[in-house]
């Protein structure tokens, strides 16, 4: 007896079983923040991004002109120096896989 294989079929199913992989491998960036807007110049804020899911490295982007560089701890803190309304960015990355990216508007008053 032999077997006939729709390959059409087949061939859609590899393709959710790659994207479903994907996804169960793929980061969820989040990150909390001391309290809500608005922040104080010269205040230390303390970011935390302990609440994403399946990372491992952290990038913070404070749209200031500074960049916290790849870290493994999900902690950082930074301070504005200036006052006005920054897009404050976190990139939560899996060793050797996809990234996920969150945005946040930070209001920085005098």
């Not at 804020?45 to 990372?55: G, P, Q, T, V, Y």
């Not at 120096?81 to 990355?93: F, H, N």
Request: aromatic share 12%; glycine share 4%; proline share 5%.
């Amino acid at each position: 007896m032999k077997t006939i294989y729709n390959t059409a079929f087949v061939g859609l199913i590899l393709a959710l079983q790659s994207v479903l992989f994907a996804c169960a491998k793929s980061p969820n960036a989040c990150f909390t923040l001391p309290h809500s807007n608005p922040f104080k110049v010269g205040e230390n804020i303390r970011l935390d991004a302990s609440c994403s899911e399946k990372a491992n490295y952290y990038s913070w982007y404070f749209k200031d002109g500074s960049y916290s560089g790849i870290s493994d701890n999900p902690i950082t803190n930074h301070t504005y120096s200036d006052s006005g309304t920054y897009m404050l960015k976190l990139i939560a990355e899996r060793k050797n896989s996809n990234s996920s990216v969150v945005e946040l508007e930070v209001i920085v008053s005098p």
